[in-house]
């Protein structure tokens, strides 16, 4: 038999029988839809996740009381937390120091502020979901862009001004269409007078990253931390981002903050560091830990459904060869070699599971994009994927097809024509 007989033999095969073909393929649906949402999703997110990181820049170091870490069903202990907030705090002093360095480009203290902050003008309030103490070197380092306005100036810190930087889910919410420069708004019943507006970033991970809204550093130290107390709470100390020239490398970068540091802090050679320099890669490193495990996960779900139907296929395959042995017997009998019937059911087999694995792929993109459209996780379809999709339930069926093709090779010509 050519290609186009062996093709048309498997597909009057499906339609003859579509329901049984339909739940005989089921697992080979469900297997490789599996594969093809979660890749899909997983992609959606490297993309947006790398292009996000990538707008930090990759000579970014960010010193703080405590080095990042990512564990899965554990973490540091509360002894570990209770040692790791007696830590000194860094300062603006550190700070200062640090941007003299000549690897140093440029650097930001950042205060965090943690809490329930509301913005208000006049007859609306607005959650803010990031208030942050900044200087005018903070937007360069953190990816941010000014939509309109002005950045924070030298005065706006030693005079500790208080003025803001809303992000754009902030002006969007409070001003509407209207022009939010050189207005006064409230934050927790203080008054702040807005002088820029960040250009509009997106979502990473369910995150607002627009729902942001930046003072300065000093005055965000003066008005929401507790007053002639060098030490914050842990989530709430302060935290200094450092740019490196693209000329050094974050390894002689990272010793000079680290030795400098350790001067300053007065640490003696045989005493740990009690601060931590952290960067980029550490948080793509947790993001490829993160997603290997799902990815782990969806190979261990769609490997299960991808078995079940391939012992669907193997079950259905050996009951068509039972229901069509006359056929076989009189294909044998007019001519047909023993290689010609193992090679149109072994066909049959990869056909049927080709076709489950086509619907897999069409069921995938589906759930991909509706996960898309009702949450913040993004979505992209690799061609790759639907490769890797078609190309997994090709071989399931060529290898569970190939026990029922050959027992439909080996009968005996006269005995399969006396079959009732």
Do not use: C, H
Request: hydrophobic content about 45%; cysteine-free.
């Amino acid at each position: 038999m050519d290609l186009r007989s062996l093709l048309k033999t498997a597909y009057l095969g499906l339609k003859a029988n579509k329901l049984r073909s339909l739940l005989t393929t089921l697992g080979i649906i469900i297997g490789v839809g599996t594969v093809i949402s979660m890749v899909s999703i997983i992609e959606g997110m490297n993309k947006y996740t790398y292009k996000v990181l990538g707008s930090i820049g990759s000579k970014t170091i960010y010193v703080q009381k405590w080095k990042w870490m990512v564990s899965f069903g554990g973490g540091r202990s509360s002894k570990e937390w209770r040692e790791i907030a007696r830590r000194r705090d860094l300062t603006i002093e550190d700070a200062e120091a640090i941007a003299k360095l000549p690897s140093v480009e440029l650097v930001s203290p950042e205060q965090p502020l943690f809490g329930d902050y509301k913005a208000e003008y006049r007859s609306k309030e607005v959650d803010i979901g990031s208030l942050s103490g900044v200087n005018g070197q903070y937007l360069a380092l953190s990816g941010y862009e000014l939509e309109e306005g002005r950045n924070f100036t030298d005065a706006d810190m030693l005079g500790r001004r208080q003025v803001v930087i809303l992000g754009y889910y902030q002006a969007d919410n409070l001003f509407g269409d209207e022009d939010p420069l050189g207005k006064e708004i409230s934050i927790n019943n203080r008054s702040f007078y807005v002088i820029g507006v960040l250009k509009k970033r997106g979502q990473l991970l369910g995150n607002n990253l627009d729902n942001v809204v930046l003072m300065p550093v000093t005055t965000a130290q003066k008005l929401f931390t507790r007053k002639g107390s060098s030490r914050f709470n842990l989530w709430q100390s302060l935290r200094i981002v450092v740019k490196l020239r693209d000329d050094v490398s974050m390894e002689k970068g990272m010793e000079e903050i680290e030795e400098l540091l350790r001067m300053r802090r007065g640490l003696r050679f045989d005493q740990e560091d009690d601060f931590a320099l952290n960067t980029q890669e550490m948080l793509l490193e947790a993001y490829r830990k993160l997603t290997t495990g799902i990815f782990l996960a969806m190979i261990g779900i769609a490997s299960l459904a991808l078995l079940v139907g391939g012992i669907g296929i193997m079950n259905i395959m050996l009951v068509s060869v039972t229901e069509r042995t006359r056929e076989i017997g009189v294909r044998m009998a007019v001519g047909a070699k023993r290689r010609e019937i193992l090679l149109q059911f072994i066909f049959e087999a990869v056909f049927l599971t080709s076709a489950g694995g086509l619907l897999g792929v069409m069921l995938g993109f589906m759930i991909a994009k509706l996960v898309d459209l009702l949450t913040p996780l993004p979505s992209a379809m690799p061609f790759w994927s639907v490769l890797l999709g078609l190309g997994f339930s090709g071989v399931v069926g060529l290898f569970f097809g190939i026990y029922p093709a050959s027992k439909a090779s080996k009968m005996d010509p006269i005995v399969a024509l006396r079959y009732e």
